[in-house]
Nanobody, 119 residues
Framework: QVQLVESGGGSVQAGGSLRLSCTAPGYISDSCGMDWYRQAAGKQREWVSGISTDGSTTYSDSVKGRFTISKDKAKDTVYLQMNSLKPEDTAMYTC?????????????WGQGTQVTVSS
């Protein structure tokens, strides 16, 4: 059973920063695209950012310029650096691995880490 483990959530004031971590087995973080999603209370889950196996990164418009996704292969960890946080960033953040090395492709999710931003 593949397990993704997130950490780094917490409570901060608007304008503050947090760094989320998602640790996965080495073969997962090396071979699969990794994404961060978030879900605020009463809202649908939304995609936040992704990093592909070649290291290319993408961001949703709502976080572009404020969040940075990165990967540390030595630690089998994907990070989401979140700066200039806003109250609307408050949500449960979850990481996902999308693995095309399998057919059909496999998807793995973590349990999530809560981020709360106060005004």
């Amino acid at each position: 059973q593949v397990q993704l483990v997130e950490s780094g959530g917490g409570s901060v004031q608007a304008g503050g920063s947090l760094r989320l971590s998602c640790t996965a087995p080495g073969y997962i973080s090396d071979s699969c695209g990794m994404d961060w999603y978030r879900q605020a209370a009463g809202k649908q889950r939304e995609w936040v950012s992704g990093i592909s196996t070649d290291g290319s990164t993408t961001y949703s418009d709502s976080v572009k310029g404020r969040f940075t996704i990165s990967k540390d292969k030595a630690k089998d960890t994907v990070y989401l650096q979140m700066n200039s946080l806003k109250p609307e960033d408050t949500a449960m953040y979850t990481c996902k691995a999308f693995c095309r090395i399998y057919w059909p492709p496999r998807v793995y999710w973590g349990q999530g880490t809560q981020v709360t931003v106060s005004s």
